[in-house]
């Protein structure tokens, strides 16, 4: 066994993929105008667009997922409207309350491994068409929904479809949130492709931090006319680089050659093995994830061993003797190191 | 004269110090955890507390100048306070209006090339201490100044104590947005050093972007106090980086060495080079400017040609047939391209 | 039966109890300066004072329920925060998002007819203690009650007692909403006295709207020191009246000869009689309620009858044959009109 | 001269006038519907439509300017705009900075006794149209006036048209303040209508607060389209009373039988009865009023000795021996009191 410690906190514990780090050291002394008016950031786009298969769609680089969505949704709702979110949503609990800083609620539905119901949104709209005393309350504005979950799992097209459907019926905006969402186009199971996510979705954003980029995440409004003078609230939210050419270089490198594939590809094949290996060991999953999230329960003194060789990140605790972890894979996780993980889990249920 | 047209336009048009580059390649690999909890973020504080002889003070990473404005001046503000800032200061103009977003109001100040006067604030701050009708009014709650301001100029060290010790009186925190700090700190006629910035004010930041990093600036909170639960802060308004440490790793590179020091002084001695020829070749200067934005003030048959060779930034027009135009030099600049608009400076005024 | 439809919807439908109009009538003509600054609010900050036992505290008054709530709430709240609150509790539910308008979440606990209980609250602040990764979510930053609930139902001296301790352990301020609180004194099953709610919360305000008043509610903070300036923020909000006097006239007539003890007597005694008939008319009511606030469970035929002789406010289908109505007593229900519906419900189950 | 000390310090210091607590008295026992959905409200708005000639036109009840100005402001502007005022607007600097409180910067003008002109309103759009790097800038979204202005000025019928045009012709809607508008509508110098109003303005409110009510003004918004869900707005900023006939009834005293005419018309002949004494005595006038507000230069040693006698408003210092004081009748100024005052003027000047 390494004496290094190994680690599967998550994805977002080495730097950059090396091409990317190429890409901005191959770039690094050309002159370029800022704020993100650069050829970098055009060519980024052109290439997001052509992925999306949208040549019409509104292309903004951010720096972060709690950033995007604070200011995706705050330019899109309405002084009397809140977004719809599974309670599990990230914006619903672990973003500090970004939202509510922006002056607005987050109205949750139940989730279903985090997941909502085109079911329980449907309902939840039929009551404020219904009832006349909805006045004197918050009126759901526009949908949230993340790409895979936070639990990792993911809305089949089939799911999104109806989703959707009832947010065009009810003429509210639906907004996807695809931090990881490398992990879920590269997934076996996934039946939604970003030209999908253009069609069914008036806003999503492709997770760049959590993919490969040292930061960034690509804003796609396949409708630009959603957002007006987006520009500007970019600025006053503080969150127009100067150097926008950083964002623009990395998803320009992202999206050439097939890297966010590539990406995604490496940390599902890894995600694959590792739950095959911990179910041949017999340590139970919460569920087999489809995507580079995975959930073990283990017995608390397995647990308090394991610790000692390999860092995972808390989940919950399903019970008095059980501790839920998280093993997450990414595009830099190494062989070796899913070896060596898979070599302690055996030895541990021997 | 080179084929390629020169650029003169800001010091934000390439990337990063090769230094930054070479340090965020080296580390790229290693694994560390997220949000700033990482050694390198660690060690660009250490080194910052260090360069400020001040071991005490919080340290936080932001990405960019607007963003950190925003965030430190919310925090700090009550509901009933605004800020007090030169009228010509980038808060009151030039950021789309987030210290707004944020709740509060800017109060302007005349501005003496960018710079407020002490005998100024201390009127304005005199009225509301006798004028019982201020209830009806914004209060001032602290002030804003930039070092370098948005002119190029400089707070001597007389001056930022005569406004450190009216701030005090009154017990109201000084802000200096230190944007281009590092074009400051070589300045031969600069007297603020950073020790003296984390003696006199009450927070400050050290610029990055425009010195030398992709994106960064590091706050500095002399007296961590000021700012309670600013971690979480941070993450509300959407300005926590997942990967912190690319934030970290460029700082301390710049604080390694010297070469905070070495990125202004290039740019400092190339800013003395080109105001000297300017003279030489008769072009008036707005006034002799003491770090790396000139103002050159040009007829406009001249600027005409001149636009032709090398790029500027409009600065305005004082009368109906002159321009005055920013040139600034950087981090980035190359002799060759100085000796070039020289060379052009030279020829237009034979 | 009357002609005249009955109407039992709520206890703000008629203008003001009649010693508050002489009050207005009598000093119209008298010249005070503005904005609370004249002798009849003096007046009804001193019996308001007196009869909270609590010479030191502040009162401000206010024009409405959703106002005094939003206003002290974010003037309490810090940044990082939230308000704690039942998921019924009125600020969660029935004020249009007011609190996230000010940009703070609202942290919901389960409801037992309205109330929280201590253990659930000392629950929540606890995970906040113990838990290290709460620096991504939103901090308990204050407390909500209301006292009667929008269920009508009351704190008991000891729960309140309960809940304050945890509060001041925890070191976050308890604030208490008493819209109704007129109602809530009056009840023979209440425990707790205005001068408990003066040592045991931080902020509560004594409702004047559905007491009888025109319009306005009394806040009281019993150490002034919790909301310095507060009275620039009731301006910035937009909630300071030019006349202020109106609102201090009103409270000044309220406390005077025992005029609120009795507009809550007058409610609660038709009430308790309402319900002693109801029962005997063998309606069942949701659970006996101790304040003017009473929920009977009517089948949908019957109320489809009665729908025609008198009002009352929809409140939730239990099942598919019935409906359970709120009906509302106040200072001003007429002996009259209580002896009518009381007809109208013996004759209905004859 | 009577022992009584004389008030003329503002036009807010009495209650209502007598026709309004006659019409709140008369209806005090009628049960209505709450949140302004009553008869009442609704005769008053129709009344006002009446006045306005906009059978069309959107009515509103709040409660004060301040309110009424922060909600309209916030509910009409874009995340990204301001609003244009002149710098001594009221939302300017005595609103305790509620319009930055609710997100947005107040773009001031100069003034011309409290007006702005259409010229620098022009100027100001154009170089927002001609600049390309106006994208960093708060965009004017709207344009404040107030009518009379808070010097007591008016905007003439050509003075308006010529500002309602320019905002049309940019497709920013015009808003008028109108919180003294009685004594603009009762002046002999005024050629502004209520139509004109409402055909050259996008909202504007006419004021009761300080022309008869105990509280309250009337918003008028011509095409009700610009504000949708504004009922919810009014809830969640607080400003919708649980008794909204309190407004309604007052409102619809004020326009029944001329009572909104007589109000002004009682103050203004006062107004310049006072102005023909005071230039009669040789004292000052900072210029001739048209409506109630009346500024008179002082001697600061007359000052002193009138103090004793009469209240009036400090207004500024014009130099080391002179005071500037404002003098207001209002609907409730007696000729009596206004006899008295004369009588001391014509004294002093003896």
Chains 1, 2, 3, 4 share one sequence.
Not at 135 to 144: C, F, L
Not at 199 to 211: E, M, P, Q, R, V
Not at 315 to 332: G, L, Y
């Amino acid at each position: 066994m390494a004496n290094r410690k190994l680690a599967f906190t998550s994805d977002y514990m080495e730097g950059a993929h090396p091409r990317i780090l190429e890409a901005l050291t191959a770039t690094n002394m050309e002159q370029t105008p800022g704020y993100g008016l650069d050829p970098f950031c055009e060519s980024a786009k052109d290439r997001i667009r052509t992925a999306c298969e949208r040549r019409e769609a509104a292309v903004y680089f951010l720096s972060g997922g709690t950033q995007t969505n604070a200011i995706v949704i705050t330019a899109i709702l309405k002084p009397w409207q809140g977004v719809v979110a599974a309670v599990t949503g990230h914006i619903a609990s672990h973003e500090a309350g970004a939202i509510e800083a922006g002056g607005h609620k987050v109205l949750t539905l139940p989730e279903y491994r985090g997941k909502i119901s085109a079911s329980d949104l449907e309902a939840l709209l039929r009551t404020y068409d219904e009832d006349a005393n909805h006045d004197h309350m918050v009126m759901p504005g526009m949908v949230y929904i993340s790409q895979p979950t936070e639990y990792g799992t993911l809305y089949s097209l089939e799911e999104l479809r109806a989703i959707s459907k009832i947010c065009r019926r009810w003429q509210i905006p639906l907004y996807a949130d695809g931090a990881r969402l490398a992990y879920a186009l590269a997934s076996p199971e996934n039946t939604v492709t970003l030209p999908d996510l253009a069609k069914l979705c008036d806003a999503f954003y492709i997770g760049g931090t959590k993919c490969g980029a040292l930061l960034g995440e690509a804003l796609v409004i396949p409708d630009p006319g959603l957002l007006p003078h987006f520009f500007t609230i970019i600025k006053q939210r503080g969150a127009l680089l100067a150097k926008g050419r950083v964002l623009g270089i990395q998803f320009d490198a992202l999206f050439t050659d097939g890297l966010y594939d590539k990406v995604g590809e490496t940390a599902i094949s890894y995600a694959v093995r590792l739950q095959d290996a911990l179910e041949k060991a017999g340590i139970p999953l919460l569920f087999r994830s489809p995507t580079n999230q995975i959930f073990a329960v283990l017995e608390d003194d397995m647990k308090k061993t394991l610790d000692q060789y390999v860092e995972t990140s808390f989940w919950e605790k399903p019970d008095a003797s059980h501790t839920t972890v998280r093993i997450a894979t990414s595009w830099a996780t190494s062989q070796e190191d899913v070896e060596a993980l898979i070599d302690l889990l055996t030895r541990f249920r021997q």
